[in-house]
């Protein structure tokens, strides 16, 4: 008996022993892990005197279910538009690989080439499509055989100031299809432009997925002659460390800090943006990024590349196209002709050449404008052009406001305020961050109040399901404000194209605005508002993309604006 029990005894005494090993051995592994994060972490709390870093924050979550699903709790119709939505902007990428990508298998926009699809002694006519086909190629010059290519295309004729965008199809075999419509008589060149090869694409989705983070901000806290300064996100790493949460209570939209070491969540001074997270990459996707490589160049055509347009034709039901009978049909927002803007939505397009008749237009009228630098230019432009509208001084930091111009002989007040976390400006209050919805709930409205909404640019870092259900809530307090006022005019400015370097491509590449535009533009089709498209405006235009379009393209923006609060009289357009 007594043998037995030692028998046994020896045994547990055995379990007990590897137990408690195996314990220790995982507790010290978790320690390190915590400590190695945390002590990351600590790094950029520090005040950061550089825009751009050389170091790595960790992770917020490499599920991107973690940020995009914070917040309220969407209905069964929400989830199921946040779906099809989704699905809407699916991009194709590349087939598997049991080897990284390497530069010389992706796609060559020098190797590469476009053709006319055009019978030789066909006359063209306006009214007509012209379809070109873009083979791909790689750098060795094989033929790709997948799509996913994010590729650029427009008609235009610099001798006429005309310019539209055109349709890109894929065909995800290695060739597209570009179509253009033919709206004005004389040249028409096509060009088209690689803006990112299907492999890059597939890293810009990987890091919207995945690093969120890699624009972080800061926010200073200060009590008496004490200050900290910590890091701040809409969804920070999940480390053991107190958070200050200051999510808005109406809407659910999350916003954290960490929580300084002495002070409280309630000293909160401002909010900025802290830096840019650099070596996101591999060594085999950096060669995926490189200008005058493959990041913005031009795919040269394999014959000629123009055309010459006639008047219409004089029987419309001989309307002819190279494009097959199963093509899409084009609905290009507009074009350019004589570098003027000629929406094809429906306004008639007025010309404000004089202040005078701006100040004629907006006469009595109150104008809010909500969101990023895209359309403050808009609030900048009108002093600038109108010396009536005076700038009110409200001791704002440069470039953040809130702004604010008046013009007292035409009853005319003017105010700009940026849009609410995330927003990457240098230094904003934080007694002046406001969301747009709130700022929509707090207006009474009617048909003298004109509100003008930008905001996109500061989502490109964040998985599509954040924007989604920032815009959900603008909608709604759009709906209510025009229930509740239903003359009120509401204008919606787009995404825009912009400068692309292999830096600004991994926050802010046109792919990430591409696909928040097309968002956008589905969740507000069929409201009672004006889309002012950016995205066709900058893309037909012959101006280099910049993310703050030069000014004659703002004055087209403007133009469009005031057009749809000042329409033309039958009277007058007769």
């Given at each position: 008996m007594s043998r037995k029990f030692s028998k046994v005894a020896v045994i547990f005494l055995f379990l007990a022993v590897f137990g408690?090993?195996?314990?220790?051995?995982?507790?010290?592994?978790?320690e390190n892990w915590n400590c190695h994060t945390v002590s990351a972490l600590d790094q950029h709390q520090s005040r950061i005197q550089s825009s751009l870093i050389p170091v790595n924050l960790p992770t917020s979550n490499h599920n991107h279910t973690f940020c995009g699903h914070l917040g309220q709790k969407p209905s069964r119709e929400e989830e199921l538009e946040e779906r099809n939505l989704l699905d809407s902007i699916s991009w194709p990428g590349p087939p598997p690989r049991s080897s990284p990508i390497v530069l010389d298998q992706t796609s060559d926009p020098v190797h590469s080439?476009?053709?006319?699809?055009i019978k030789e002694g066909?006359?063209?006519?306006?009214?007509d499509q012209l379809?070109?086909?873009?083979?791909?190629?790689?750098?060795?010059?094989?033929?790709k055989h997948y799509g996913g290519d994010f590729l650029l295309a427009r008609l235009h004729s610099p001798e006429l100031g005309a310019g539209v965008a055109g349709k890109v199809l894929d065909h995800r075999n290695g060739s597209y299809s570009a179509v253009f419509p033919l709206l004005w008589v004389g040249s028409a060149q096509v060009e088209i432009t690689l803006v990112h090869s299907s492999e890059a694409v597939a890293v810009l989705r990987r890091l919207r997925e995945e690093r969120p983070d890699r624009v972080f901000f800061e926010s200073l806290f200060r009590s008496g002659s004490h200050s900290e300064t910590t890091v701040c996100n809409m969804c920070l790493p999940t480390v053991q460390k107190p958070q200050c949460n200051y999510t808005d209570l109406s809407t659910g939209e999350p916003w954290y800090c960490y929580k300084p070491k002495v002070l409280g969540c309630d000293t909160r001074i401002n909010h900025a943006k802290g830096g840019y997270v650099k070596n996101l990459l591999t060594s085999k996707e950096a060669p995926l990024f490189q200008s005058g490589v493959n990041i913005k160049v031009i795919i040269h055509a394999s014959g000629p590349d123009r055309i010459?347009?006639?008047p219409p034709r004089k029987d419309r039901a001989e309307v002819e196209s190279s494009v097959k009978p199963e093509a899409i049909q084009l609905a290009p927002s507009g074009y350019y002709y004589e570098d003027s803007w000629r929406p094809l939505n429906g306004v008639i397009m007025r010309q404000f050449n004089e202040s005078s008749a701006?100040?004629?237009?907006?006469?009595?009228?109150v104008i809010y404008m909500y969101g990023d630098s895209t359309v403050r230019q808009w609030f900048e432009h009108l002093p600038?052009?109108?010396p009536e509208l005076k700038q009110f001084n409200l001791h704002s930091l440069k470039n953040i406001g809130p702004f604010m111009a008046v013009d007292n002989t035409h009853n005319i007040l003017l105010k700009y305020r940026?849009?609410?976390?995330?927003?990457?400006?240098?230094t904003v209050k934080a007694s002046e961050l406001r969301y747009i919805f709130n700022e929509l709930d707090g207006l009474s409205g009617g048909p003298n109040t004109i509100v003008a909404l930008s905001i996109w640019s500061h989502f490109s870092t964040f998985p599509v399901e954040v924007y989604i259900r920032r815009l959900r809530h603008i909608r709604r307090a759009v709906l209510r404000l025009l229930d509740r006022a239903p003359g009120t005019i509401i204008v919606i400015r787009s995404a825009n194209l912009q400068a692309l370097d292999p830096e600004v491509s991994l926050y802010n590449s046109d792919w990430y605005s591409l696909q928040l535009n097309e968002v956008l533009r589905a969740m507000f089709k069929g409201l009672n508002v004006l889309l002012v498209d950016a995205w066709q405006m900058t893309l037909a235009h012959h101006f280099p993309h910049a993310l703050h379009p030069p000014p004659a393209i703002i004055k087209n923006m403007i133009d469009m604006l005031l057009s749809h609060v000042c329409p033309v009289t039958k009277k007058s357009h007769q």
């Open positions: 408690l090993v195996f314990l220790l051995r995982n507790v010290s592994i978790m080439l476009f053709t006319l699809l066909r006359e063209w006519h306006v009214g379809e070109a086909l873009v083979q791909m190629h790689d750098f060795q010059g094989r033929p010459n347009v006639l701006i100040t004629q237009c907006l006469k009595n009228k600038a052009f109108v940026c849009h609410g976390p995330p927003i990457r400006f240098n």
